[in-house]
């Protein structure tokens, strides 16, 4: 904070500031301002354009990204508040895609309702730059108000269809709990700065491994910031929001919720945990582990019974959470340190990331025919869209854990580090994990066998028209997907990368 | 003269429990984001408090942050809870509840 | 006495002596003004004009967005105050800092004012 101190001491010194290293957020900003400005310029005559604009300036915050992660080197700015290594650029590169991706989602979908206005764009830029930064967060306050520029927009974008009573429910539901969530980890974030003295998550970790961190108050503190962030994941018993908000946000949003806001939660809890929180094992190790039983075991169990298709992603992507949190739940007892956990959990994400987006995608293009969102109207799918039919058969095999699709990787991962703890209580989760996967069969196949074997219901056989930007975004994820399951060592190469950066 | 901090730190917990408490069981919807004011400002008051003790601006600073973070996310409430009553006046909590599952 | 109690005493002395100053002052009012009540003297005081409707009356939600864009705007303006304290200290740093700053603010502002926030209808 010497920015801060400056003027006490008399003599103020600028920072140095590193343009390269933030020249990912600054092109997202520039961009920002100029879909905002063209927006009240040609006042909603220029969606097309605005559109454009967004997506080209997310591909063009990928070539910055690009070129740190050719330089390689570990920027620290801020005095170890904001860094950029390895670790945040994988994940500002997964950012920026499923930000792409949503983009491709969106265009057709706005075109099609009444709603469309330029802000959905800026909405969506701003909630992508939040996670950008989160990606390089290292820091109590940069954390918060990373999370908030992620979470603010991301409530707006929920609530986009403000005619429709569905859509109310999802963005208040959605906006009640994210405030309290941000509320709880406010004041866990206070106590710890009260213990330790410090916001930077490096300091923190060090004074925490010190004397007096074993006081109650440390405890209480990390629990709070734990659960403040079980809710942005979707944790069990924080889940509550999911389903209702998933089904009432327009499905796009949805996919880009399910997806980036979640991996984005995901970024802050490993930086808190395996950075701030690394010598405090003993409290959430057990709290990660009762998290990751119950958002698994919930999860599946009640997506079973579900009939509409969003719904059922919904809790399939509470339960897919369950499975990522399943190596926080065994860090402490790694004989590579707890930050070898990491490695699993990005590589699981990105996999998530990719089978996820496109099963959304598929809803989407189906949805433009059948105008609904039951399971039992893709019966006899593949009468009239076998290409449709074939792709979602690909992302819910995918999602259950089949090979040789993407997804069976990212449970071979973690199933690994299970045993690589090897102790009784990792023994225990792993088996209830594997119960779990068999759960998880029962209801993604039926969804299979529902397009491949039932009549169609109201003998409509007309071919559905797949708009050229949901065939990019379904052919991106589908390609990920397949690729990733036949050669694993594309995200295992990242995964690696994410672990080795951040471990001191 | 001075009032020993550990009473401001009680009044935080205490000011942050209502606020919870509250926002978990009242149906109004402005009550609610006033009990999400009550929180955040424990937390502010939790900041302000260790700031003094451990005599380190950086506390303060943290709760300029959260002031203004917090302004812009009840303002967006607001805006939401506006769009809704302009359509359904007077609505609790207990009667937006189409999604169910 | 303990200290903290003591360190309220002063709090309680001033209590009772604002208690004491309020209520001599209207008892004396009270005694010395001439007192003749009529309708208009209990009407509700609307800067002369005759008020309308209800005091209970609920206001447009017009207000709401004023409000809204007003707490927005205010509070943003803590960012501000430090770096106007410490203005020379800054220098030519904090001058493009700050610029970047209210600029983007102004859009906001701008934006509203597109969106024919500020016009009242």
């Excluded at chain 2, 812009?72 to 909590?93: D, F, K, N, Q, Y």
Aim: proline share 4%.
């Amino acid at each position: 904070m010497d920015v801060l101190s400056g003027p006490v001491a008399g003599v103020f010194r600028a920072p140095d500031v590193d343009y390269h290293a933030f020249a990912p957020e600054l092109v997202l900003v520039a961009v920002l301002v100029a879909v905002l400005v063209v927006d009240l310029v040609l006042e909603g005559r220029g969606r097309r354009l605005v559109g454009g604009l967004a997506g080209i300036g997310l591909l063009a915050a990928m070539v910055p990204v690009l070129t740190l992660a050719v330089d390689g080197a570990n920027r620290s700015m801020v005095g170890g508040a904001y860094v950029v290594d390895d670790f945040a650029l994988v994940f500002k590169g997964l950012f920026l895609i499923a930000g792409y991706v949503t983009m491709l989602l969106s265009s057709d979908y706005l075109a099609d309702d009444d709603y469309y206005e330029g802000e959905y764009y800026f909405l969506l830029l701003s909630s992508v730059l939040g996670m950008m930064v989160m990606a390089s967060s290292r820091d109590l306050i940069s954390i918060f108000v990373a999370l908030e520029l992620l979470s603010i927009p991301a409530y707006m974008l929920a609530g986009w269809r403000k005619r429709d009573l569905k859509g109310n429910e999802a963005t208040l539901k959605y906006y009640l709990l994210g405030v309290f969530a941000t509320g709880v980890m406010l004041y866990g974030m206070s106590l710890i700065f009260g213990i330790t003295g410090e916001t930077v998550l490096t300091e923190i970790g060090s004074k925490l491994q010190g004397p007096g961190a074993s006081l109650p108050l440390v405890s209480l503190g990390i629990v709070f910031v734990i659960v403040g962030f079980a809710f942005k994941i979707s944790a069990v018993p924080f889940h509550s929001w999911a389903p209702d908000t998933y089904e009432g946000a327009p499905t796009p949003i949805t996919a880009f919720l399910s997806v980036a806001s979640k991996a984005g939660g995901f970024v802050a809890l490993m930086q808190l945990v395996f950075i701030g929180f690394l010598g405090r094992d003993d409290v959430w190790q057990p709290m990660f582990w009762v998290l990751a039983a119950l958002t698994m075991t919930v999860g599946n169990l009640i997506a079973l019974r579900q009939t509409n298709i969003v719904r059922m992603l919904a809790y399939s992507s509470v339960a897919q959470a369950g499975y990522m949190l399943l190596p926080f739940a065994v860090a402490g007892d790694l004989a590579k340190g707890p930050g070898a956990a990491m490695g699993p959990m990005t590589t699981y994400l990105l996999i998530y990331a990719a089978m996820n987006l496109g099963a959304f995608a598929l809803v989407l293009a189906v949805a433009r025919k059948t105008r609904s969102g039951e399971i039992a109207s893709y019966g006899g799918l593949f009468e009239y869209a076998p290409g449709l039919t074939v792709l979602m058969s690909i992302f819910v095999f995918a999602l259950a854990g089949i090979p040789p699709l993407g997804g069976w990787y990212g449970k071979l991962v973690v199933f690994k580090t299970l045993l690589d703890a090897n102790t009784p209580w990792a023994i225990v989760l792993g088996v209830i994990a594997a119960v779990n996967s068999v759960i998880a069969l029962y209801y993604y196949a039926s969804v299979a066998r529902e397009m491949w074997m039932r009549p169609v219901p109201d003998g409509d056989t007309t071919p559905v028209r797949v708009p050229a930007g949901l065939t990019a975004a379904l052919s991106l994820c589908a390609v990920a997907t397949v690729v990733i399951g036949v050669y694993p060592q594309v995200v295992a190469r990242f995964g690696d990368l994410a672990v080795f950066s951040l471990l001191p | 003269m001075s009032v020993d901090y550990s009473w401001y730190l009680f009044l935080g917990a205490a000011l942050f429990t209502i606020g919870a408490y509250g926002l978990l069981i009242r149906r109004n919807p402005l009550v609610m984001f006033m009990c999400i004011e009550l929180m955040l400002n424990a937390v502010n008051l939790t900041f302000v408090t260790f700031s003094r003790m451990l005599n380190d601006i950086g506390g303060q600073v943290v709760v300029f942050f959260v002031l203004v973070v917090a302004a812009a996310e009840v303002v967006v409430g607001l805006g939401i809870l506006v769009s809704i009553l302009r359509r359904r006046p007077s609505a609790t909590v207990d009667d937006i509840s189409a999604l169910k599952g | 006495m303990s200290e903290l109690l003591r360190a309220y005493l002063t709090v309680v002395v001033f209590l009772a002596a604002a208690g004491m100053l309020v209520g001599v002052s209207l008892g004396m009012g009270r005694l010395l003004r001439p007192k003749r009540p009529s309708a208009q003297k209990a009407m509700t005081y609307e800067s002369g004009v005759d008020p309308v409707g209800s005091i209970f009356g609920q206001s447009q939600v017009r207000y709401y967005i004023f409000a809204l864009l007003f707490v927005m705007f205010d509070v943003e303006a803590v960012f501000i105050f430090p770096w106007a304290l410490g203005l020379e200290v800054y220098g030519v740093f904090g001058l493009v800092e700050m610029t970047i700053f209210i600029v983007i603010l102004a859009l906001g502002l701008l934006y509203a004012w597109r969106k024919g926030v500020l016009r009242w209808v």
